[in-house]
Nanobody, 116 residues
């Protein structure tokens, strides 16, 4: 059974930092690309960042220079380090494991609220 579990969300002031974690089980983690997505109230889910099985990364323009995606294959965990947070970063953040022809697996999401 595949499980994708996000953690690390919370309330933070503008300019603050948070690190999200995404723990995966039931998959060969090292062979999957991992992605972080977010969905704000009333908006569509959007891509934030991805990291391939080989470690190549890609970011949405609005988070470049502020967010860093990484992975630890030994721990079957992906991370999203978020710095210089802005109120517009407020959203539910979702993690996805994906590999062509193997399917996509989503977590349940973790809330990030940036507010003073």
């Amino acid at each position: 059974q595949v499980q994708i579990v996000e953690s690390g969300g919370g309330l933070v002031q503008p300019g603050g930092s948070l690190r999200l974690s995404c723990a995966a089980s039931g998959i060969i983690f090292s062979m999957y690309a991992m992605g972080w997505y977010r969905q704000a109230p009333g908006k569509q889910r959007e891509l934030v960042a991805t990291i391939t099985s080989g470690g190549n990364t890609n970011y949405q323009d609005s988070v470049k220079g502020r967010f860093t995606i990484s992975r630890d294959n030994a721990k079957n965990t992906a991370y999203l380090q978020m710095t210089m947070l802005k109120p517009e970063d407020t959203a539910v953040y979702y993690c996805k494991a994906f590999r062509k022809s193997w399917g996509d697996y989503w977590g349940q999401g973790t809330q990030v609220t940036v507010s003073s």
